[in-house]
Nanobody
Framework: QVQLVESGGGLVRPGGSLRLSCAASGFTLDYYSIAWFRQAPGKEREGVSC????????YYADSVKGRFTISRDNAKNTVYLQMNNLEPEDTAVYTCAADGGGYNVDTVQRLCVIHTAFDFWGQGTQVTVSS
C-alpha cells in the first residue's frame, strides 16, 4: 500500500521539543521532495518546511526559522521535522506531502508556498503546545 504516515505529535509545554516523522511505504522517498504543512483551527494551511530530493535544499517559513529543522534519512525512507523551542502558536495538525518534481535551492520555496498538486499526502499528526 502506497502511503505516507506521520508520527511523533503530542502535547508539549512551551519551550519543549518534538520530532515528527514522515515515513513512506510502497514507494521510495529518495526521489521525492517533501513538504511539511500545518493547519490550526480557523487558519489557512501554512507551508512550514520543505526539502528537495535532488540536492537536499531546504526552506523554512519565517515563523519557524531557527527553531525547526527538516532532514531526511533515505535508508529509513523517512523525513523528519525536529521542532525545538515550541510555542503555543505552533499548535496545529502537521501533515507531510511528497512531490516527484525536481526542486533545487532556487525552487524549493515553491514547494511550501505555491505548489498544491502533490503526489502523496499523509493523514496528519496533532501537535499541541500548552502549559
Amino acid at each position: 500500500q502506497v502511503q505516507l504516515v506521520e508520527s511523533g505529535g503530542g502535547l508539549v509545554r512551551p519551550g519543549g521539543s518534538l520530532r515528527l516523522s514522515c515515513a513512506a511505504s510502497g514507494f521510495t522517498l529518495d526521489y521525492y521532495s517533501i513538504a511539511w504543512f500545518r493547519q490550526a483551527p480557523g487558519k489557512e494551511r501554512e507551508g512550514v518546511s520543505c526539502i528537495s530530493s535532488s540536492d537536499g535544499s531546504t526552506y523554512y517559513a519565517d515563523s519557524v526559522k531557527g527553531r525547526f529543522t527538516i532532514s531526511r534519512d533515505n535508508a529509513k525512507n523517512t523525513v523528519y521535522l525536529q521542532m525545538n523551542n515550541l510555542e503555543p502558536e505552533d499548535t496545529a495538525v502537521y501533515t507531510c506531502a511528497a512531490d516527484g518534481g525536481g526542486y533545487n535551492v532556487d525552487t524549493v520555496q515553491r514547494l511550501c508556498v505555491i505548489h498544491t498538486a502533490f503526489d502523496f499526502w499523509g493523514q496528519g499528526t496533532q501537535v499541541t503546545v500548552s502549559s
